[in-house]
């Protein structure tokens, strides 16, 4: 740890403590990520895992004698405004935050939460970029693309030998970096995509790109980007008389997608970790939800997760010192619903692996 970031960390950390004993407030976490715009379904998901997780610690206490209190913070997953967002946060008091959602958020707010010794744990940004900055205080729970890439590009090497593959990206900081790993798995297990092409997130028809694939005899996608894009270019192909076989990543976790794609989204593959709502650990919590009429899809479990694993590194340390859990962070094996877990040097999980699934019915299950 650098010593401006210990100093940093000791400032932050004393300055917040000291409004705490003057106010006598509860400890301030934030949970971050896009609660409006189009990925809300993602933000709906790391909002109620938050909310359950600090419901669930405050019964029980709270952590360290202190209740929790959840503050919000709403990026739309827009890089610049994830910036704002966690400037308020910095000016709000909090001592931890479980986001940001999206990788082009999660990488430019680290900056801010580095420089304010304020640790961060994503449960859902999967680009490499964010781990590799070399920040003492910035973590994630999910895997990184560079694994589910791999993952990715020797499936569809094999499974797909004879077929001509496209690699189509929304030119965010998750899609290009999951496409261009993927890309690399590809072509090192001696397959060449007969297509590389950009799209623009947002967009609502996707003819020109679906005459080029047409063009290209494209039989195989592989998109790096959300549901909404998936979803609209799997069901236009299909009304264009093109079927294709769309493969994704984790952002296809969302029962939007089926909703966008219809019919037209059956057999669709994507990869994500195992199934935690399976897990025996989450048992629990699976049922709180489901008694409230929530079904805890996606990154729900993964942002309960980072709240229990900041709140086992405050009992850890004794102490609601930011410096102090940050550097516990980096000593504990937790406990969670999504497993057990620690964190490496850089602050990536151990254990984190891929696994596929497929829609179907309009919902989506592990292979």
């Avoid at 939460?113 to 003492?136: D, H, R, V």
């Avoid at 003819?207 to 799997?234: D, T």
């Avoid at 299909?238 to 794609?261: M, P, R, T, Y």
């Avoid at 057999?267 to 025996?280: A, Y």
Wanted: aromatic share 10%.
């Amino acid at each position: 740890m650098t010593k401006n970031f210990k100093t940093s960390l000791f400032a932050a950390a004393a300055a917040v403590l000291f409004t705490a004993s003057v106010a006598h407030a509860d400890v301030k976490i934030a949970v971050a990520g896009p609660f409006t715009g189009q990925l809300a379904s993602f933000g709906e998901q790391l909002k109620r895992g938050a909310e359950k997780a600090v419901e669930d610690l405050n019964a029980k206490g709270g952590v360290n004698g202190e209740k929790i209190e959840l503050v919000y913070g709403d990026d739309q997953c827009d890089p610049k405004q994830a910036v704002s967002v966690a400037n308020n946060l910095v000016n709000q008091g909090v001592t931890f935050v479980a986001g940001h959602f999206c990788s082009s958020s999660s990488i430019p707010a680290s900056d801010v939460y580095n420089e304010e010794g304020i640790p961060m744990i994503t449960p859902a940004s999967t680009n490499p970029t964010l781990t590799e900055k070399g920040y003492e205080a910035v973590y994630r729970v999910c895997g990184r693309d560079d694994q589910q890439g791999s993952v990715a590009g020797k499936f569809v090497a094999e499974k797909y030998a004879d077929a001509n593959v496209a690699i189509i990206h929304d030119k965010t900081a998750y899609g290009k970096g999951l496409a261009d790993e993927m890309k690399k798995a590809l072509n090192a297990a001696g397959k060449k995509e007969a297509m590389y092409e950009p799209i623009t997130a947002g967009e609502k028809d996707y003819s020109a790109l679906i005459s080029k694939l047409k063009s290209n005899k494209i039989s195989v996608v592989y998109l790096g980007g959300y549901h909404p894009e998936a979803g609209l270019i799997v069901r236009q192909a299909k009304e264009q008389g093109l079927d294709i076989q769309l493969v994704s990543g984790d952002a296809l976790n969302s029962l939007e997608f089926g909703s966008i794609a219809g019919q037209a989204g059956d057999g669709t593959l994507f990869t994500f970790g195992p199934e935690p709502r399976n897990f025996p650990e989450a048992q629990a919590v699976v049922k709180s939800f489901k008694d409230e009429g929530y079904e805890p899809e996606g990154y729900t479990l993964y942002t309960y997760a980072t709240i229990q694993a900041w709140a086992q590194a405050a009992t850890e340390a004794k102490s609601l010192d930011m410096a102090k859990i940050a550097e516990q962070l980096h000593k504990t094996r937790f406990k969670t619903v999504i497993g057990e877990f620690s964190f490496d040097e850089k602050g990536d999980t151990d254990g984190r692996a891929y696994v596929w699934y497929e829609w179907m019915n309009g919902n989506y299950k592990e292979k």
